[in-house]
């Protein structure tokens, strides 16, 4: 793998980190069932994908 590709995967890890944080934070935060469980599925959801690009590295 070159040094480019691990930078990409390096910055979809820190992404997909953020993306899992702020929907954390909002499931914290959210009142509304619907809402906790919609933002729960996408913290669930960045999850999955930060475990496949940290499967790559």
Known sequence: MSSKELLYIEDALGHAEFLSKQCQDAVNTLQDPQLKAQAQQLVD????????????V
């Open 45 to 56: 959801k960045n999850r999955q994908i930060f475990g496949r690009f940290y499967a790559l």
